[in-house]
């Protein structure tokens, strides 16, 4: 494998603090050293990328998106997704086990990893957390993981009753996995598209009401409670793994005011809870489904201008551990279609970094290096991927290198996505990403360097 | 065209204060929808009528003056006016009356129609939306009159097709006709001779709809449209039926006293209750009837003076009585006879409108 070195640029490293002027020189997939600029000397096969004027940071991590392999080659391949993923500054990506079949099992999990996959960054699978994902029956979490998947969820849908939560917990905190719950009290949103309220009254649809979100995480935390108490008096056995470790609860695409309060809470009241939010929970409101836009229906719906609002004090304010695209590509005849019966999602990892750095670092000044830990160093600690979300010396060469100035039009057109569904083309995006490197390897390079070569 | 930035005011500069972002702005939304208010009002055809918000009290006017001139007019050479052009009617529902008196409309304008209806077409083998709307128009359709179990299905056809697209009923949506019928005759009672309104036409009066509200397009369309024309608009029922919410709509009141409702009324508005959008909502008939069902009694003690409007079907013995739908306050046969009159006007209007220039970056790939 060849060396690397990226010269000139400027490093920012959340997970350990550094911000300043580095070179850094990438070796057998691996960060070998970093350096003060202009003192690493290197090899004569060494390929060289001035990054002069440009942020060098830790490659970003998408801990949900839908890669709709293995039996939906027609919305997205393993290979497609993570060449958009490439594209967006990914360069880990979880996938979610909703597939057709269900990842319920070590072999579908192995297969998503396979080399013959042709993936151009690291896929990660999250493994279903029961059969189905009807939340009933729970999978073999041990052979799961075995297999590489790095959590379980029933992600698409909520694992609803009680009994079968606390189990799932139960399971994987002994088998050290997180949980990941789709929070959506379906028996409050049959029939529903859109969030419930005036407008959904106003627009003649059924509504999701927040309830919806925000109880399910009430009781989730609950259960999470009461399985991280110590072994007392009670007698009752708590949940812990055989580091001692409590359960570990992630709310996927949080989006409603109530919900982020909950797990600010529970935070404080010290239990292991976070939560991830999608660029279009923090950008958009349900103002956004305007005449029946297709690409503005997804599951949690866009919420209330109070509850988007939420999302960025939570993001704001460090309770949101995490900026997930919640990626869900689906074929243009699928989303061309009347607004109650099109597919819930919407692509997201091509517009994921232009957005935050665009809101979330420009208009609400989150400072860089915090919009960046969002998108690498916490969702990587939280899913617990060793050497990936930082450049210190022994990770995996996993490295962004972008122009954080630099504005760009997003056109869906020109996505590396199979699909289109985006509610943000021709959207200015701020931040461009000039090379995606996957464990040493250069995985996307911007078209106009590529030319000026 | 790229998005405006829009400035979400900043958080607080404060380090101890939470982020002061309470009523921001809404992001802008991609091109070719209006952030705020009306967000269905956008059409790309100015003959389609898709939803009454996109309606001015100038083009309610027009409409109105219009039907009156068609309805009065020899019908020879109305007949004339649009002489074998081709209109379609493509019906996923059932319906009498609407869709009858739109094809006695465009006969009566002289074009030619054709029916299409989910049962004995290509619907029925899982043709879509989009190429029912492209087969009618390659077939030489220059506009559709639409009727869809889907809110919000007339916008998908309008954009798919660049037709003129008359909204025949979405859903739980909209019936901008109906509303549109309604109106006229409102105003036949109310203000005679006037085929010309404004915002304050309608001051002073107030128009009581009663019934299923939740999942009536005749009630959101009538909503819409009257407060726009100074209506006060008191909406009657029980909290399934009709949420609170309806009430955020301007001019909206809420009266869940059907009596209390009736005595301020000049216009009684019944509506059915609609079974077939129930989704599994329990309803005790017996109580609703007890508490909703207009009878001569009512009529007489709290409304003696008012008209009793209806869209249709009515179910007799259900939201009204026989007595009631026959009486002499009823104008429910001549809200039918209006549906002609209105219907030609928007037919008319479909098919002699010129087409805008497309937006350029609006138009989808």
């Keep these: 494998m060849s060396n690397l070195l990226i010269r000139n640029g400027h490093l920012i490293d959340p997970a350990v603090g550094i911000d300043a002027p580095k070179d850094i020189l990438l070796k057998d997939g691996r960060v070998s050293e970093i350096s003060a600029p202009g003192k690493l000397k290197p090899a004569p096969d060494t390929e060289i990328i001035d990054a002069k004027g440009l942020t060098v940071a830790p490659g970003l991590i998408d801990i949900h998106v839908h890669l709709r392999e293995p039996g939906q080659g027609y919305k997205e391949t393993i290979a497609s997704g993570t060449a958009a993923a490439a594209a967006g500054g990914f360069t880990s990506v979880a996938a979610m086990p909703n597939t057709v079949p269900t990842n319920d099992s070590p072999e579908i999990t192995r297969w998503m990893q396979a080399a013959e996959r042709g993936a151009s960054v690291r896929v990660f699978p999250i493994g279903a957390a029961t059969r189905a994902l009807k939340g009933e029956i729970l999978n073999d979490y041990a052979a799961l993981k075995a297999a590489g998947a790095v959590a379980v969820t029933d992600d698409g849908h909520p694992i609803l009753k009680d009994s079968i939560m606390r189990e799932v917990l139960i399971n994987a905190t002994r088998c050290g996995l997180s949980v990941i719950q789709h929070a959506e009290d379906t028996r409050m949103t049959q029939g529903a598209s859109m969030n419930a309220g005036a407008l959904a009254f106003r627009l003649g649809l059924r509504g999701m009401p927040p309830e919806a979100e925000y109880s399910l995480v009430e009781r989730d935390i609950r259960l999470l409670a009461e399985l991280s108490k110590d072994k007392g008096g009670s007698g009752k056995a708590g949940a812990r793994d055989k580091n001692g470790a409590v359960p570990h609860l992630h709310v996927a695409h949080t989006s409603t005011a109530q919900a982020v309060a909950a797990v600010r809470q529970a935070r404080r009241n010290g239990l292991r809870v976070t939560c991830e939010v999608a660029p279009h929970h923090f950008l958009l409101t349900e103002e956004h489904v305007g005449a029946y836009n297709t690409n503005a229906k997804m599951?949690?719906?866009?919420?209330?201008?109070?509850?988007?609002?939420?999302?960025?004090?939570?993001?704001?304010?460090?309770?949101?551990?995490?900026?997930?695209?919640?990626?869900?590509?689906?074929?243009?005849?699928?989303?061309?279609?009347?607004?109650?019966?099109?597919?819930?999602?919407?692509?997201?990892?091509?517009?994921?970094?232009?957005?935050?750095?665009?809101?979330?670092?420009?208009?609400?000044?989150?400072?860089?290096?915090?919009?960046?830990?969002?998108?690498?160093?916490?969702?990587?600690?939280?899913?617990?991927?060793?050497?990936?979300?930082?450049?210190?010396v022994g990770s995996y060469a996993d490295v962004v290198v972008f122009d954080p100035k630099a504005e760009w039009i997003f056109n869906a057109k020109d996505s590396k996505s199979k699909?289109?569904?985006?509610?943000?083309?021709?959207?200015?995006?701020?931040?461009?990403?000039?090379?995606?490197?996957?464990?040493?390897?250069?995985?996307?390079?911007?078209?106009?360097?590529?030319?000026?070569? | 065209m790229p998005v405006k930035s829009a400035t979400v005011p900043r958080p607080s500069q404060e380090p101890s204060a939470k982020p002061a972002l309470k009523n921001t702005r809404v992001v802008p939304v991609q091109p070719g929808t209006p952030a705020n208010g009306a967000p269905d009002a956008t059409t790309w055809s100015p003959g389609s009528v898709l939803s009454v918000t996109s309606l001015t009290p100038e083009t309610v006017s027009e409409i109105l003056t219009l039907a009156t001139e068609l309805e009065q007019e020899d019908p020879l050479k109305r007949a004339a006016r649009l002489a074998k052009r081709k209109i379609a009617l493509l019906f996923y529902e059932s319906s009498t009356r609407t869709r009858t008196s739109f094809e006695l409309a465009a006969k009566g304008l002289g074009a030619d129609t054709t029916l299409v209806s989910s049962l004995s077409s290509s619907i029925e083998k899982g043709e879509t939306l989009k190429d029912t709307g492209l087969t009618l128009r390659a077939l030489g359709a220059e506009a559709i009159i639409l009727r869809h179990p889907s809110s919000g299905a007339p916008w998908l056809l309008e954009r798919e097709t660049r037709l003129p697209v008359l909204n025949a009923g979405d859903g739980m949506h909209e019936h901008p006709s109906q509303a549109l019928?309604?109106?006229?005759?409102?105003?036949?009672?109310?203000?005679?001779?006037?085929?010309?309104?404004?915002?304050?036409?309608?001051?002073?009066?107030?128009?009581?709809?009663?019934?299923?509200?939740?999942?009536?397009?005749?009630?959101?369309?009538?909503?819409?449209?009257?407060?726009?024309?100074?209506?006060?608009?008191?909406?009657?029922?029980?909290?399934?039926?009709?949420?609170?919410?309806?009430?955020?709509?301007?001019?909206?009141?809420?009266?869940?006293?059907?009596?209390?409702?009736?005595?301020?009324?000049?216009?009684?508005?019944?509506?059915?209750?609609q079974a077939e959008r129930l989704a599994g909502?329990?309803?005790?008939?017996?109580?609703?009837?007890?508490?909703?069902?207009?009878?001569?009694?009512?009529?007489?003690?709290?409304a003696p003076q008012a008209i009793l409007l209806h869209p249709g079907p009515i179910i007799r013995g259900l939201e009204l009585t026989g007595e009631v739908a026959d009486g002499p306050q009823s104008r429910i046969l001549e809200q039918v006879h209006n549906g002609v009159a209105i219907r030609m006007a928007l037919v008319y209007r479909a098919l002699t409108l010129p087409a805008l220039p497309l937006l350029e970056k609006a138009v989808r790939a």
């Design chain 1, 419 to 453: 699909s289109r569904n985006t509610p943000f083309d021709g959207w200015t995006m701020q931040g461009k990403v000039h090379y995606t490197i996957s464990e040493g390897r250069v995985v996307y390079r911007a078209v106009a360097l590529k030319k000026a070569k």
């Design chain 2, 281 to 302: 909502l329990q309803l005790d008939l017996e109580q609703y009837k007890a508490n909703y069902q207009l009878t001569e009694a009512l009529l007489a003690a709290h």
């Design chain 1, 299 to 392: 599951n949690p719906p866009l919420r209330s201008a109070a509850d988007r609002d939420a999302m960025i004090e939570g993001i704001l304010d460090g309770v949101v551990d995490a900026i997930a695209t919640d990626h869900a590509p689906h074929a243009s005849h699928e989303k061309e279609v009347e607004f109650e019966r099109a597919p819930n999602g919407i692509t997201g990892l091509e517009s994921a970094l232009g957005l935050s750095l665009r809101w979330l670092h420009r208009e609400w000044k989150l400072p860089l290096s915090r919009v960046l830990s969002l998108l690498s160093a916490q969702p990587a600690s939280l899913l617990n991927l060793k050497g990936r979300g930082t450049l210190t």
């Design chain 2, 181 to 273: 019928l309604d109106l006229r005759t409102m105003l036949h009672h109310l203000r005679p001779g006037t085929t010309t309104v404004a915002a304050d036409t309608l001051t002073g009066v107030t128009v009581a709809i009663t019934g299923d509200i939740l999942h009536s397009r005749v009630a959101r369309s009538n909503m819409l449209l009257l407060p726009r024309l100074g209506a006060r608009v008191i909406l009657c029922g029980p909290p399934p039926l009709l949420p609170e919410l309806a009430a955020g709509l301007p001019g909206i009141e809420i009266e869940r006293d059907f009596p209390r409702a009736l005595a301020q009324a000049q216009i009684v508005m019944m509506l059915r209750i």
